[in-house]
């Protein structure tokens, strides 16, 4: 196959999913996030598969990739929920650190124009030893920058399972066509016909 078809774009698809999952693990780090961390090195493992699979024609492993997006669409539309506290989820809630740490995303703190205003240690002190109050001045509220990033991961895993359920199908194609074509070739080699023996009987009298 040839690069103008959709294996190339499959690859090129699998290359900015490790990108953007990559990108993603980084903040989910500095954030000790350790739910998302496992989700996203599990991920990244995934797409590594799925990409080998593609360059090597193994459906076997582009399957395991396309069942895997279905799993990352669900994680996505969980982390979605979970910072727009639907479903009786809260985003102030421990439950991405495991009940381990105080800490949330790195984006609350970090976030395009926020300013963080701290206190002297005689007034306000968290539970993890820093002396700041609160964040202010934040263009686009923390939640909304996940929700951002999930939905981002959602929209190329949709495009990774379509593109996946196309290369699935084509390699599928082209081994059914190889093996008939393979077997037909080697039934033509190992059985050469044979040349029709033609042997003449004739009646033999004895003579008295």
């Known amino acids: 196959m040839g690069c103008c078809t959709g294996r190339c774009s499959f690859i090129l698809l699998c290359i900015l999913q490790l990108l953007a999952a990559l990108e993603r693990q980084i903040f989910d780090f500095l954030g000790y996030q350790w739910a998302p961390i496992l989700a996203n090195f599990l991920h990244i493992i995934i797409v590594i598969l799925g990409l080998f699979g593609t360059i090597q024609y193994r459906p076997r492993y582009i ?30 809630s421990d439950l ?56 981002s991961q959602i929209l190329l895993a949709l495009a990774g399972f379509i593109y996946a359920c196309y290369v699935i199908s084509v390699s599928t194609e082209v081994d059914d066509s190889f093996d008939f074509i393979g077997g037909f070739d080697s039934f033509s080699v190992y059985h050469v016909p044979q040349k029709p023996s033609h042997v003449l009987l004739k009646p033999i009298y004895l003579s008295t």
């Open 96 to 151: 991405l650190t495991f009940n381990i740490s105080v800490h949330h995303s790195w984006w609350s703190e970090h976030g395009p124009g926020c300013v963080r205003r701290e206190m002297s240690t005689n007034h306000v002190r968290t539970l993890d030893g820093q002396s700041y109050v609160s964040v202010i001045g934040c263009v686009i509220d923390y939640q909304y920058i996940e929700v951002i990033h999930s939905s």
């Open 63 to 92: 399957v395991v990739y396309a069942v895997w997006t279905a799993l990352w669409v669900t994680w996505n539309i969980f982390i979605i929920c979970f910072y727009l506290d639907v479903g009786g989820l809260s985003k102030e």
